[in-house]
């Protein structure tokens, strides 16, 4: 079965690495996959930037479509509510470029969201080539959409979950969500997130006299990441003796949120290291000794965080401050780590305090040793890759 698949944010861009390995899991399962991706993205914006680490050599055959340049114009006319999209210039070269690979009815087009283009493009492609539609959320779209965008927000929802012929979620509250609007329940794949890669052998985890914390990730508004800078300094106020036990690294793209929230002097202990390779990931997660999570308020209640199972892959465990809900249940229920609420400066530097502690963060790594296996990625994707096929 011919599946295109619709990204435009790929390889070799940071912070894509997983869509390849999605792209390539369905190939894995038996279907015969074809990336389209964006073919001159702008990385004006410093969200993304160029990491050919991301980018391996096997996997499907890329088509790689170009759109007119117009870099921060759609931004700006995103977030003003006239268009849907930053990436919806790309949307008629995506079109042309896909429906040369998804030709007919026999043939499948999936779009995964973020962002929306990728999934107007497909189902465009199905409404002029016949072709299955397939449509992907990795995260939740209307109900992170606010002020004027909603109303278009809301128009493609509404179009894109009547055309689709499966629509695949990776956690179950966003599927209650399209439920709750009408959507059938048998047209819903639940393909839950989970890491792609992980090391063969961990090696012993050591108990120094400093208790070394990583972030590794994206430093946007939605992770809220400076609250762990909070909670350090407030710590460093309070138990100064405890805080020089500390060593706290933030590694993300150098974004204008992340010069708004993290520039200037950082508190002793806290450094910024800028964008980290994604082959330079594991090495650092394993040099570290508790791995560091944020989201920052009640909107992203439904998410599970990819890095979160990062973390696990590699054996860390896992400081968060997390709203109420699919994470924070994950790693309370499997006993991952320590859980703040979102926002909580002081509950985080007390827990600063306490992983401190070597006991405490020897049993919490036991216990993500315990629950490693049942994290892998590999069976949901395979398994949506099944699904397609039978459609």
Known sequence: MKVCFVSCQYPPISRTYRRYQFAHLLQEGGCDVTVVAHGNMSTALGTFVEDPGTLPADGPPVRRAKAIPWYLTGELLSRSGVVACPYVNWVRPAVRVAAEIATGPADVVCGIYPPVTNQIVAMRVAEQTGARLVLDFRDEYLGLTLGVRRRLAAKWQKRLLARADLVSVATEAIGDDFAATGLDRS?????????????????????????????????????????????????????????????????????????????????????????????????????????????????????????????????????????????????????????????????????????????????????????????????????????????
């Not at 949120?257 to 997660?285: C, F, I």
């Not at 405490?360 to 099944?386: C, G, I, Y």
Request: charged share 25%; glycine share 8%.
């Open 187 to 391: 047209r819903l794949h639940l393909t839950e997130n989970g890491y792609w890669e992980a090391p063969d052998t961990i090696p012993a985890y050591e108990l120094g006299k400093t208790t070394r914390i990583v972030y590794i990730g994206a430093i946007s508004g939605a992770q809220g990441v400076d609250v762990l800078v909070r909670a350090a300094e407030r710590l460093r106020r309070d138990d100064p003796e405890k805080a020089n036990q500390l060593e706290i690294a933030i590694y993300g793209p150098d974004t204008p949120h992340r010069r708004a929230t993290l520039s200037g002097e950082l508190p002793a202990g806290v450094t910024y290291g800028g964008y980290l390779p994604a082959q330079d990931v594991g090495d650092r997660l394993l040099a570290s000794d508790v791995a560091f999570l944020s989201l920052s308020s009640e909107r992203y209640a439904y998410a599970v965080p990819g890095k979160l199972y990062d973390y696990v892959a590699y054996g860390r465990p896992v400081l968060a401050s997390l709203p109420q809900g699919s994470a924070q249940r994950l790693i309370e229920r499997e006993s991952l780590g320590w859980v703040t609420e979102c926002g909580d400066i002081g509950g985080l530097a007390q827990m600063l305090a306490r992983v401190i502690d070597p006991s405490q963060r020897q049993r919490a790594q036991a216990r993500v040793m315990d629950a490693r296996p049942r994290h892998a990625a590999r069976e949901h994707f395979l398994s949506l890759s099944r699904r397609i096929q039978s459609l």
